[in-house]
């Protein structure tokens, strides 16, 4: 069975810092990947998707960026942190084009920004 | 662009009743329909998938109906349970080669005892 993995759990940083956010997934090869954030009072934010190794594709111009090493793994990235980019992450995953498939989330990561 | 909005926003209801929430969206050309649940500080769980040819989808006490033409889908919770209680999301996706999600900001439900 695939399962996906996130981590950390929880991210506590100060502004201007660093960040890199992991998610793998296991069980499936070549899936689609999508990071999305959720900030508070408002929906779902597509950031990133990936249909490949090396292949990334931004839906919102920010400092964030993201990257994709392996097959099944997928980061996501800062050089410098603003108070802007708390909120809950989240990586999730599909089958290539496939209207029967729902995607897949991972537990998130709350990150907060002080 | 395509914009998916959510109605009620929160919802209390006791244990025991049937209860509807309600998703529209704007552009009628989908590729499917989603309907996740959420706990709180936790990630999202796929419960209904419709595709965009299918009119409903029924897992359990869950069943969620999709009106293309219309921009509508319902999500109906028959005899609703405490253990129900979460944040309901619908999300549409465009019919591309993707399957990026387009997602309203969901629907708070309470169940009490």
């Known amino acids: 069975s695939q399962t996906i993995h996130q981590w950390p759990a929880t991210l506590v940083q100060p502004v201007g810092s660093p960040l890199s956010l992991e998610c793998t997934v296991e069980?499936?090869?070549?899936?689609?990947l999508y990071w999305y954030r959720q900030a508070a009072g408002r929906g779902l934010q597509l950031l990133f998707y990936?249909?490949?190794?090396?292949?990334i594709s931004s839906e919102v111009p920010q400092n964030l960026s993201a990257s994709r090493p392996q097959d099944r793994q997928f980061i996501l990235s800062s050089k410098k942190l603003l108070l802007s980019d708390s909120g809950f992450y989240l990586c999730?995953?599909?089958?290539?084009?496939?209207?029967?498939?729902?995607?897949?989330f991972g537990d998130g990561t709350r990150l907060s920004i002080l | 662009k395509q914009e998916v909005t959510q109605i009620p926003a929160a919802l209390s209801v006791p244990e025991g009743e049937n209860l509807v929430l309600n998703c529209s969206f704007t552009d009628s050309a989908i590729y499917n329909l989603q309907w996740f649940r959420q706990d709180p500080g936790k990630g999202l769980t796929s419960l209904l998938l419709i595709q965009s040819s299918q009119r409903e989808q029924t897992s359990g006490r869950l069943n969620a109906s999709l009106d293309k033409s219309s921009g509508r889908s319902t999500l109906y919770i028959a005899a609703s349970q405490p253990g129900d209680s979460a944040t309901y999301l619908c999300?549409?996706?465009?019919?591309?080669?993707?399957?990026?999600?387009?997602f309203g900001r969901g629907t708070q439900l309470t169940v009490w005892p």
């Open positions: 069980g499936t090869s070549n899936p689609n």
């Open positions: 990936s249909v490949g190794i090396g292949q």
């Open positions: 999300a549409v996706s465009r019919g591309s080669t993707l399957g990026r999600l387009y």
């Open positions: 999730a995953w599909s089958v290539l084009p496939n209207r029967d498939q729902p995607q897949h």
